[in-house]
T-cell receptor, first 110, second 110 residues
Framework: TQLLEQSPQFLSIQEGENLTVYCNSSSVFSSLQWYRQEPGEGPVLLVT?????EVKKLKRLTFQFGDARKDSSLHITAAQPGDTGLYLCAGDTNAGKSTFGDGTTLTVKP | EAQVTQNPRYLITVTGKKLTVTCSQN?????MSWYRQDPGLGLRQIYY???????DKGDVPEGYKVSRKEKRNFPLILESPSPNQTSLYFC?????????FGQGTRLTVV
Protein backbone atom coordinates (compact mmCIF):
# COMPACT_ATOMS: atom_id res chain seq x y z
CA THR A 1 0.00 0.00 0.00
CA GLN A 2 1.38 3.38 -0.96
CA LEU A 3 1.05 6.03 1.71
CA LEU A 4 0.31 9.66 1.08
CA GLU A 5 0.86 11.87 4.11
CA GLN A 6 -1.07 15.09 4.10
CA SER A 7 -0.37 17.98 6.46
CA PRO A 8 -1.58 19.79 8.35
CA GLN A 9 -4.66 17.80 9.32
CA PHE A 10 -6.49 20.90 10.57
CA LEU A 11 -5.93 24.54 9.73
CA SER A 12 -7.83 27.54 11.08
CA ILE A 13 -6.88 30.96 9.76
CA GLN A 14 -8.24 34.46 9.36
CA GLU A 15 -9.61 35.80 6.12
CA GLY A 16 -6.82 37.27 4.00
CA GLU A 17 -4.06 34.99 5.25
CA ASN A 18 -2.06 32.66 3.04
CA LEU A 19 -1.70 28.94 3.63
CA THR A 20 0.01 25.87 2.22
CA VAL A 21 -1.09 22.24 2.43
CA TYR A 22 1.45 19.50 1.80
CA CYS A 23 1.17 15.99 0.42
CA ASN A 24 4.21 13.73 0.76
CA SER A 25 5.06 10.16 -0.12
CA SER A 26 8.04 7.89 -0.57
CA SER A 27 6.37 6.53 -3.70
CA VAL A 28 6.41 7.93 -7.21
CA PHE A 29 3.05 8.74 -8.73
CA SER A 30 2.14 8.97 -12.40
CA SER A 31 -0.27 11.78 -11.55
CA LEU A 32 -1.64 13.52 -8.51
CA GLN A 33 -4.99 15.18 -7.94
CA TRP A 34 -6.27 17.74 -5.48
CA TYR A 35 -9.92 17.64 -4.48
CA ARG A 36 -12.23 19.63 -2.27
CA GLN A 37 -15.05 17.87 -0.44
CA GLU A 38 -18.08 19.35 1.27
CA PRO A 39 -19.83 17.43 4.08
CA GLY A 40 -22.05 14.64 2.75
CA GLU A 41 -20.93 15.10 -0.84
CA GLY A 42 -18.41 13.50 -3.15
CA PRO A 43 -14.98 15.05 -3.72
CA VAL A 44 -14.78 17.62 -6.49
CA LEU A 45 -11.63 17.69 -8.58
CA LEU A 46 -9.64 20.94 -8.43
CA VAL A 47 -6.61 20.00 -10.49
CA THR A 48 -4.50 17.14 -11.83
CA UNK A 49 -0.72 17.42 -12.09
CA UNK A 50 1.21 14.90 -14.16
CA UNK A 51 4.69 16.29 -14.84
CA UNK A 52 7.46 16.59 -12.25
CA UNK A 53 7.97 20.24 -11.34
CA GLU A 54 4.62 21.24 -12.82
CA VAL A 55 2.88 24.30 -11.38
CA LYS A 56 -0.80 25.01 -12.01
CA LYS A 57 -2.83 27.99 -10.93
CA LEU A 58 -6.56 28.18 -10.35
CA LYS A 59 -7.42 31.76 -9.35
CA ARG A 60 -5.96 32.10 -5.82
CA LEU A 61 -4.89 28.45 -5.63
CA THR A 62 -1.44 27.31 -6.76
CA PHE A 63 -0.61 23.63 -7.08
CA GLN A 64 2.88 22.22 -7.43
CA PHE A 65 4.06 18.69 -8.22
CA GLY A 66 7.51 17.81 -6.92
CA ASP A 67 10.33 17.18 -9.37
CA ALA A 68 10.48 13.52 -8.38
CA ARG A 69 6.66 13.16 -8.52
CA LYS A 70 6.55 12.06 -4.88
CA ASP A 71 5.09 15.18 -3.30
CA SER A 72 2.79 18.08 -3.97
CA SER A 73 1.60 21.29 -2.39
CA LEU A 74 -1.48 23.46 -2.50
CA HIS A 75 -1.02 27.15 -1.72
CA ILE A 76 -3.98 29.46 -1.20
CA THR A 77 -3.38 33.20 -1.33
CA ALA A 78 -5.60 35.61 0.59
CA ALA A 79 -7.95 32.91 1.88
CA GLN A 80 -11.66 33.66 2.01
CA PRO A 81 -14.46 32.09 4.11
CA GLY A 82 -15.70 30.39 0.93
CA ASP A 83 -12.47 28.39 0.85
CA THR A 84 -13.54 26.55 4.00
CA GLY A 85 -13.73 22.81 3.41
CA LEU A 86 -11.88 19.51 3.32
CA TYR A 87 -8.97 19.37 0.87
CA LEU A 88 -7.72 15.99 -0.30
CA CYS A 89 -4.75 14.91 -2.36
CA ALA A 90 -4.70 11.61 -4.24
CA GLY A 91 -1.91 9.88 -6.14
CA ASP A 92 -2.21 7.43 -9.01
CA THR A 93 0.09 4.66 -10.12
CA ASN A 94 0.39 3.61 -13.75
CA ALA A 95 -1.40 0.40 -12.85
CA GLY A 96 -4.52 2.32 -11.90
CA LYS A 97 -4.33 2.21 -8.11
CA SER A 98 -5.34 5.38 -6.34
CA THR A 99 -4.26 6.47 -2.85
CA PHE A 100 -5.77 9.37 -0.94
CA GLY A 101 -4.25 11.47 1.78
CA ASP A 102 -6.20 11.82 5.02
CA GLY A 103 -7.25 15.36 4.15
CA THR A 104 -6.83 18.86 5.51
CA THR A 105 -9.81 20.53 7.13
CA LEU A 106 -9.52 24.25 6.44
CA THR A 107 -11.53 26.86 8.30
CA VAL A 108 -11.28 30.47 7.20
CA LYS A 109 -12.78 32.90 9.70
CA PRO A 110 -14.21 36.21 8.51
CA GLU B 1 -24.24 17.14 -18.03
CA ALA B 2 -21.36 14.94 -16.85
CA GLN B 3 -22.67 12.74 -14.10
CA VAL B 4 -21.90 9.77 -11.88
CA THR B 5 -25.07 8.37 -10.37
CA GLN B 6 -25.09 6.09 -7.36
CA ASN B 7 -28.07 4.30 -5.89
CA PRO B 8 -29.26 4.11 -3.26
CA ARG B 9 -28.11 7.22 -1.39
CA TYR B 10 -28.95 5.68 1.97
CA LEU B 11 -29.33 2.05 2.97
CA ILE B 12 -29.81 0.27 6.27
CA THR B 13 -29.54 -3.49 6.07
CA VAL B 14 -28.97 -6.51 8.26
CA THR B 15 -25.88 -8.67 8.54
CA GLY B 16 -25.65 -11.27 5.82
CA LYS B 17 -28.27 -9.90 3.45
CA LYS B 18 -26.74 -9.50 0.00
CA LEU B 19 -26.90 -6.02 -1.49
CA THR B 20 -25.78 -4.16 -4.57
CA VAL B 21 -24.92 -0.49 -4.88
CA THR B 22 -25.21 0.68 -8.46
CA CYS B 23 -22.99 3.23 -10.19
CA SER B 24 -23.50 4.65 -13.64
CA GLN B 25 -21.56 7.28 -15.62
CA ASN B 26 -22.49 9.12 -18.80
CA UNK B 27 -19.04 10.26 -19.91
CA UNK B 28 -17.81 7.11 -21.67
CA UNK B 29 -14.86 6.93 -19.26
CA UNK B 30 -12.86 3.74 -19.27
CA UNK B 31 -11.71 4.02 -15.65
CA MET B 32 -14.10 3.62 -12.74
CA SER B 33 -13.43 3.03 -9.07
CA TRP B 34 -15.10 2.43 -5.71
CA TYR B 35 -13.99 3.97 -2.41
CA ARG B 36 -15.13 3.87 1.16
CA GLN B 37 -14.70 6.83 3.49
CA ASP B 38 -14.47 6.36 7.23
CA PRO B 39 -13.70 8.90 9.96
CA GLY B 40 -9.99 8.97 10.70
CA LEU B 41 -9.18 6.65 7.79
CA GLY B 42 -9.94 8.86 4.82
CA LEU B 43 -10.90 7.55 1.39
CA ARG B 44 -9.71 4.03 0.65
CA GLN B 45 -9.94 2.33 -2.71
CA ILE B 46 -11.95 -0.89 -2.79
CA TYR B 47 -11.84 -1.94 -6.44
CA TYR B 48 -11.12 -0.27 -9.73
CA UNK B 49 -11.69 -1.03 -13.37
CA UNK B 50 -9.59 0.23 -16.24
CA UNK B 51 -12.00 -1.00 -18.90
CA UNK B 52 -14.87 -3.38 -19.61
CA UNK B 53 -14.26 -6.84 -18.13
CA UNK B 54 -11.07 -5.59 -16.39
CA UNK B 55 -11.22 -5.18 -12.62
CA ASP B 56 -8.52 -5.04 -9.94
CA LYS B 57 -8.35 -4.93 -6.19
CA GLY B 58 -7.66 -1.71 -4.38
CA ASP B 59 -6.43 -1.46 -0.82
CA VAL B 60 -9.52 -2.82 0.95
CA PRO B 61 -11.27 -5.37 -1.33
CA GLU B 62 -12.19 -7.99 1.30
CA GLY B 63 -15.93 -8.57 1.49
CA TYR B 64 -16.70 -6.82 -1.80
CA LYS B 65 -17.19 -7.82 -5.41
CA VAL B 66 -17.54 -5.75 -8.55
CA SER B 67 -18.35 -6.34 -12.18
CA ARG B 68 -17.81 -4.32 -15.35
CA LYS B 69 -19.93 -5.85 -18.07
CA GLU B 70 -20.45 -2.53 -19.84
CA LYS B 71 -18.56 0.71 -19.82
CA ARG B 72 -21.17 2.88 -18.12
CA ASN B 73 -21.96 0.65 -15.11
CA PHE B 74 -19.78 -0.51 -12.22
CA PRO B 75 -21.88 -2.07 -9.44
CA LEU B 76 -20.48 -2.83 -5.98
CA ILE B 77 -21.73 -6.08 -4.49
CA LEU B 78 -21.66 -7.06 -0.84
CA GLU B 79 -22.46 -10.78 -0.78
CA SER B 80 -22.71 -11.02 3.03
CA PRO B 81 -22.50 -7.57 4.60
CA SER B 82 -21.07 -7.22 8.09
CA PRO B 83 -21.20 -4.28 10.54
CA ASN B 84 -17.59 -3.33 9.73
CA GLN B 85 -18.77 -2.47 6.23
CA THR B 86 -20.86 0.35 7.61
CA SER B 87 -19.40 3.33 5.78
CA LEU B 88 -19.86 6.08 3.21
CA TYR B 89 -19.21 4.72 -0.26
CA PHE B 90 -18.24 6.69 -3.35
CA CYS B 91 -18.05 5.67 -6.98
CA UNK B 92 -15.78 7.63 -9.30
CA UNK B 93 -15.33 7.83 -13.04
CA UNK B 94 -12.31 9.47 -14.57
CA UNK B 95 -9.73 10.02 -17.23
CA UNK B 96 -6.11 11.02 -16.66
CA UNK B 97 -7.05 14.66 -16.19
CA UNK B 98 -10.68 14.76 -15.07
CA UNK B 99 -12.57 12.95 -12.35
CA UNK B 100 -16.16 12.83 -11.20
CA PHE B 101 -17.49 11.32 -8.00
CA GLY B 102 -20.98 10.20 -7.24
CA GLN B 103 -22.96 11.71 -4.38
CA GLY B 104 -22.21 8.82 -2.09
CA THR B 105 -24.08 5.92 -0.53
CA ARG B 106 -24.33 5.85 3.24
CA LEU B 107 -24.58 2.20 4.22
CA THR B 108 -25.40 0.96 7.71
CA VAL B 109 -25.18 -2.75 8.46
CA VAL B 110 -26.82 -3.78 11.73
Amino acid sequence: TQLLEQSPQFLSIQEGENLTVYCNSSSVFSSLQWYRQEPGEGPVLLVTVVTGGEVKKLKRLTFQFGDARKDSSLHITAAQPGDTGLYLCAGDTNAGKSTFGDGTTLTVKP
Amino acid sequence: EAQVTQNPRYLITVTGKKLTVTCSQNMNHEYMSWYRQDPGLGLRQIYYSMNVEVTDKGDVPEGYKVSRKEKRNFPLILESPSPNQTSLYFCASRTRTEAFFGQGTRLTVV
